[in-house]
């Protein structure tokens, strides 16, 4: 989500003066919007040394299931409260439902901050 930076207008419906510009820091950058398909990746660098791995698609999870982690290959997306559309166009986030080899897993990673997909089993 790009940031639009503050309101123009004051409470009172009055305007505001702009006290600087909007510095590069503040930018923001069009969501990642992990798609189920072949893995591809993209590299990106963060505030300061560090870097962040934006998946851009993916079919691999990592799914946990009574203290035991497995891989288990991403099937569809069942349901995405984040976005209504999102499961029809099989976009995975965080939260998202996801139906995996191994049964239905809700995602708690971020796959478009982290490159990865960490999911609960929910059966």
């Known amino acids: 989500m790009k940031d639009q930076g503050r309101s123009a207008r004051k409470r009172t419906g ?3 003066k702009h006290a600087s510009n909007k510095k590069r820091h503040q930018l923001g950058r069009e969501p990642a919007e992990t798609t189920v398909g072949e893995t591809r990746l993209q590299y990106i ?3 300061g040394t560090g870097k962040k791995v934006r998946a ?3 079919n691999v ?3 946990a299931a009574d203290g035991e982690v497995s891989e288990a290959e991403i099937e569809n997306v069942a349901d ?3 976005n209504v559309n999102y499961a029809r166009r099989n976009i995975v986030t965080k939260g998202a ?3 995996t080899s191994a049964g239905r897993a809700r995602v708690t990673s971020r796959p478009g901050q982290t490159g990865q ?3 609960v089993l929910l059966d």
Do not use: K, Y
């Open 61 to 63: 999870a990592q799914v």
């Open 56 to 58: 851009l698609s993916t």
């Open 117 to 119: 997909v960490n999911a």
């Open 45 to 47: 660098d963060s505030r």
């Open 14 to 16: 009055g305007r505001l």
């Open 97 to 99: 439902i996801i139906e």
């Open 80 to 82: 995405n409260p984040a």
